[in-house]
Antibody
Framework: EVQLLESGGGLIQPGGSLRLSCEASGFTFSSYAMSWVRQAPGKGLEWVSVISGSGDITYYADSMKGRLTFSRDNSKNTLYLQMNSLRAEDTAVYYC???????????WGQGTMVTVSS | QSVLTQPPSVSAAPGQKVTISCSGSSSNIGNNYVSWYQQLPGTAPKLLIYENNRRPSGIPDRFSGSKSGTSATLGITGLQTGDEADYYCGTWDSSLSAGVFGGGTKLTVL
């Protein structure tokens, strides 16, 4: 079964750091670009970042550029999203998704909640 | 303010047809594929349409997509109460080098 499982969310104080993980199964992980999308409470979807299959190319949303590092370990079928200098407006459910918006996200994880608050 | 513009809400009766528009520009919809997502309350989004008009396996043909110029449209026929959800369009913006989504459209089946 094709599956994505996020972890690492939680409550973090403003200015803090958090690393999200997303473990993939059921497909040839290294063959696909992978992405993160977030959704603030009661709001719409916001694209966050994409990484190439090999991990050598990444793009980031302006809203988080400079505070994010998206990486992958193809030997572990796992994505990592390192988030630094977190702000209240970063509070959201973070989803990992298989693919790139050019071809559509055909598989989504269940999401992990990040709450930035003192 | 989303880069892609969708109507906040649409509604129609069961069995009827509805369309949801998604308006962008030449740097996004005009030159890139569009995908559409359905998000039921409390769940992760689900891919309905990719590459403008292609349906993943398992998506009924009641759902269709089209694109013309810098706009895209999602069509849903034979509306069912289970179709009540939020719908989002998305694409790549070549000028921003970033993904972009519409603000979402809430479908109500009256």
């Amino acid at each position: 079964e094709v599956q994505l499982l996020e972890s690492g969310g939680g409550l973090i104080q403003p200015g803090g750091s958090l690393r999200l993980s997303c473990e993939a199964s059921g497909f040839t992980f290294s063959s696909y670009a992978m992405s993160w999308v977030r959704q603030a409470p009661g709001k719409g979807l916001e694209w966050v970042s994409v990484i190439s299959g090999s991990g050598d190319i990444t793009y980031y949303a302006d809203s988080m550029k400079g505070r994010l590092t998206f990486s992958r370990d193809n030997s572990k079928n796992t994505l990592y999203l390192q988030m630094n200098s977190l702000r209240a407006e970063d509070t959201a459910v973070y989803y990992c998704a298989k693919g790139h918006l050019l071809g559509g996200f055909d598989i989504w994880g269940q999401g992990t909640m990040v709450t930035v608050s003192s | 303010q989303s880069v892609l513009t969708q109507p906040p809400s649409v509604s129609a009766a069961p069995g009827q047809k509805v369309t949801i528009s998604c308006s962008g520009s030449s740097s996004n919809i005009g030159n890139n594929y569009v995908s559409w997502y359905q998000q039921l309350p409390g769940t992760a989004p689900k891919l309905l349409i990719y590459e403008n008009n292609r349906r993943p396996s398992g998506i009924p043909d009641r759902f269709s997509g089209s694109k013309s110029g810098t706009s895209a449209t999602l069509g849903i026929t034979g509306l069912q109460t289970g179709d009540e959800a939020d719908y989002y369009c998305g694409t790549w913006d070549s000028s921003l080098s970033a993904g972009v989504f519409g603000g979402g459209t809430k479908l109500t089946v009256l």
